[in-house]
Every structure is written in structure tokens, then in C-alpha cells.
T-cell receptor
Framework: RKEVEQDPGPFNVPEGATVAFNCTYS??????FFWYRQDCRKEPKLLMS???SGNEDGRFTAQLNRASQYISLLIRDSKLSDSATYLC??????????FGSGTRLQVQP | NAGVTQTPKFRILKIGQSMTLQCTQD?????MYWYRQDPGMGLKLIYY???????DKGEVPNGYNVSRSTTEDFPLRLELAAPSQTSVYFC?????????????FGDGTRLSIL
């Protein structure tokens, strides 16, 4: 089992839709999680951290479910500009964070 | 703010040539990382460093070398370029390796080996 695993997608959704991605992790001792966004041929950029209590930033909500070992990202009112690959990142007990392979989102007009 | 700066942005090498990918950060971060990303794939960790003078292997270190003589710089060296090393290389830095400290990335170096 991969340390951090994501559905590669693509998720094709219409503008205005709500879409959610999940990411599972294998190390139950993992403490830190993040969601990054990566546009085509660009560097990954931090979208938001994932806290135990969940957190929200505008149209984006991130949640952590420790019992089932997954984190989620919910995007409401999708915009064309949300089209990107979303990377799930976790602390797997190593000295470096572990990146998932990414979930591709395509928002269509 | 410069953040993490990588040079060059693009490079074409012939098989067997060597080169150094440069990475520098001005945030006084202790941790620095090198990743490669093949088309349509995720990031794979090549090497990382937890501070000046300390480096360690990541997931795919073969064919690469690194050094960390200063806090700011973390160059990646390819000694004998092979076609399998054609990829996009990202350098990143963070305050610490874990504990809610995200990584900040450079723009990447696109390397083709022919």
C-alpha cells in the first residue's frame, strides 16, 4: 500500500459544481497534512494545511479523519481557474513529507 | 521575495554529459529537497538535507549527487546523464521536515537528455 494514495481522476465537473477528493494514508502516526495545487508544468503551491478540527478557506474545506486514515478536500462553486492537479501531502514519519501522485480536476464551462 | 530560486530553467544534455542544477533559498530554511517529476506522475524525492553539511538519500538517488555547504544552497549534480533522467526537477525548502511546516518550491528545471 502506498504511503499516501489518491485517485488520479480526472474529475470532470461543470462550473458551479461541488467536488470532493479523498486521500488515504497508511501511517497512523502521521501528524501533518497539506493540500497542494499544481498547474500544468508549474511548481506545486501550498493550497491549505489540514488540521484535526478541519479548516476552511473561502470555497475550500479540508478535513482529516484519523479513524479511517484519510483527508479530504471539498471545493464549492467550482471555477474554471480551479482546473489543476491537487496533491495530497502527509508526514509519513520520515524526515521529508510524502506527496501523493495527485488528482486531476477539470472544470468545464 | 525571491524564495526558492532554481537555475537553469531549461537544459538539453547529451548522454554522458554532466551538469549541476542550482538551487538557492533566502528564507533561512534548514531543510532542502530535490524532487523529480516525470510526465503525468507524482513527485519523487531524490535527496534532502536537514542542514548545512548533512544530506540523505530519498526514494530515487541513483545517478545523482548533492552537497550542502551553506544553508542557502543545495546543488544537484548529474555525473553521467542518461535518457531516464529526462524530467522536471524541483527544489524545495522548509523550516523543519515535519510538524506542520509546508515546503516551498522553486519554479523547476526542465531537463532533456538526448
Amino acid at each position: 500500500r502506498k504511503e499516501v494514495e489518491q485517485d488520479p481522476g480526472p474529475f470532470n465537473v461543470p462550473e458551479g459544481a461541488t467536488v470532493a477528493f479523498n486521500c488515504t494514508y497508511s501511517n497512523s502516526a502521521s501528524q501533518s497534512f497539506f493540500w497542494y495545487r499544481q498547474d500544468c508544468r508549474k511548481e506545486p503551491k501550498l493550497l491549505m494545511s489540514v488540521y484535526s478540527s478541519g479548516n476552511e478557506d473561502g470555497r475550500f474545506t479540508a478535513q482529516l479523519n484519523r479513524a479511517s486514515q484519510y483527508i479530504s478536500l471539498l471545493i464549492r462553486d467550482s471555477k474554471l481557474s480551479d482546473s489543476a492537479t491537487y496533491l495530497c501531502v502527509g508526514d509519513t514519519g520520515r524526515r521529508a513529507l510524502t506527496f501523493g501522485s495527485g488528482t486531476r480536476l477539470q472544470v468545464q464551462p | 521575495n525571491a524564495g526558492v530560486t532554481q537555475t537553469p530553467k531549461f537544459r538539453i544534455l547529451k548522454i554522458g554529459q554532466s551538469m549541476t542544477l542550482q538551487c538557492t533559498q533566502d528564507m533561512n530554511h534548514n531543510y532542502m529537497y530535490w524532487y523529480r517529476q516525470d510526465p503525468g506522475m507524482g513527485l519523487k524525492l531524490i535527496y534532502y538535507s536537514v542542514g548545512a553539511g548533512i544530506t540523505d538519500k530519498g526514494e530515487v538517488p541513483n545517478g545523482y549527487n548533492v552537497s550542502r555547504s551553506t544553508t542557502e544552497d543545495f546543488p544537484l549534480r548529474l555525473e553521467l546523464a542518461a535518457p531516464s533522467q529526462t524530467s522536471v526537477y524541483f527544489c524545495a525548502s522548509s523550516v523543519t521536515g515535519t510538524s506542520n511546516q509546508p515546503q516551498h518550491f522553486g519554479d523547476g528545471t526542465r531537463l532533456s537528455i538526448l
